[in-house]
């Protein structure tokens, strides 16, 4: 569990430098998910501009929420 937190806080304090780069690891793993679902369902990956739009939407209100490395966990 102390490996988690270390590497949670690591985390937050190398990609809570700038806001673009949290948006685009975001909007990565948020893709990432996403394109994996499109392929379980479906067996193929389609292009598809909503699904950009929205995932760079989502990626942007997800890092507007999230508190980057302004907290470390200590539990």
Same mark, same amino acid.
Request: glycine fraction near 4%; charged fraction near 20%.
């Given at each position: 569990?102390?490996?988690?937190? =270390?590497?949670?806080?690591? $985390?937050?304090?190398q990609?809570g430098?700038t806001r $673009?780069k949290?948006?685009?690891v975001?909007a990565?793993?948020?893709? =990432?998910?996403? /394109? @994996?679902?499109?392929? $379980?369902v479906?067996?193929e990956l389609?292009?598809?501009?909503?699904?950009?739009?929205?995932?760079?939407?989502?990626?942007?209100i997800?890092?507007? /929420?999230?508190?980057? @490395?302004k907290?470390?966990?200590?539990?």
């Amino acid at each position: 569990m102390k490996l988690l937190q =270390s590497v949670r806080n690591e $985390f937050f304090k190398q990609t809570g430098k700038t806001r $673009f780069k949290r948006t685009i690891v975001i909007a990565f793993f948020l893709a =990432s998910y996403w /394109c @994996g679902i499109d392929y $379980f369902v479906h067996h193929e990956l389609t292009m598809n501009l909503w699904h950009d739009i929205s995932v760079v939407v989502l990626a942007i209100i997800v890092e507007r /929420c999230l508190p980057w @490395g302004k907290e470390k966990i200590n539990t």
